[in-house]
């Protein structure tokens, strides 16, 4: 979409222009956002297949895990919704990898001496993916966001209405007399 059109529809809906361009993803925020979602399920798949899992079930059981970890970010905004995006596109290229892998029910052959050093790089990795994200989201949070007034808060609109509900009744009444 053009940045202009974009831009308008933005007026049209009620935004300034700054929380418009604040809200606007760059090709580094996507690269980013898409980044950390990969390190996520990079250092969940790892620790699922390093707790007993075979291949194929520790890259679903890691894909629904980013999943829910993604949705459940309570900040509505265009990095939380590009993320929710990725996810699934994320998930479909998984899939065909899952579907496509000559080895779906390979155990990890992980040496004992190794074992902690790689559990410790699966924490690292989700850790780093999840604060990558939190961060990502923070940066595109608006501290006071922009809501239809309320009823409460515009006392003679809510009047208003009342009246014109009252008036309509009315109305209906007498045709039906």
Same mark, same amino acid.
């Given at each position: ?5 974009? &831009? ?8 300034? *222009? ?22 996520? $399920?990079?250092? =969940? ?8 899992? *075979?291949?194929? #079930? ?12 993604? $949705?459940? %970010? ?13 996810? %699934?596109?994320?998930?479909? #290229?998984? !899939? ?6 000559? @080895?779906?029910?390979? =155990? ?5 001496? #190794? ?16 604060? @990558?994200?939190? &961060?990502? $989201? ?8 922009? !809501?239809?007034?309320? $009823?409460? &808060? @515009?006392?003679? %609109?809510? @009047? ?8 309509? !009744?009315? !109305?209906?009444?007498?045709?039906? &007399?």
């Amino acid at each position: 979409m053009d940045i202009d059109f974009a &831009k308008t529809l933005a007026l049209l809906n009620g935004e300034t *222009t700054e929380t418009f361009l604040q809200n606007q993803l760059s090709q580094s925020d996507c690269a980013q956002i898409d980044n950390a979602i990969d390190t996520l $399920f990079s250092g =969940l798949s790892l620790q699922r297949w390093l707790q007993g899992e *075979t291949l194929a #079930k520790s890259w679903s059981s890691a894909l629904d895990e980013v999943r829910d970890i993604v $949705f459940a %970010f309570a900040n509505q905004n265009s990095a939380t919704n590009y993320a929710r995006n990725y996810v %699934f596109i994320h998930r479909r #290229k998984w !899939h065909v990898k899952i579907v496509s892998c000559h @080895m779906p029910n390979q =155990l990890i052959n992980c040496p004992p001496k #190794k074992f902690n050093d790689w559990e410790n790089d699966a924490k690292l990795k989700i850790q780093m993916g999840t604060e @990558m994200l939190k &961060k990502k $989201f923070s940066e595109f949070s608006t501290p006071t966001t922009n !809501h239809v007034p309320t $009823f409460q &808060k @515009m006392p003679q %609109f809510n @009047m208003q209405l009342i009246q014109e509900r009252t008036n309509e !009744h009315e !109305h209906v009444r007498e045709r039906t &007399k």
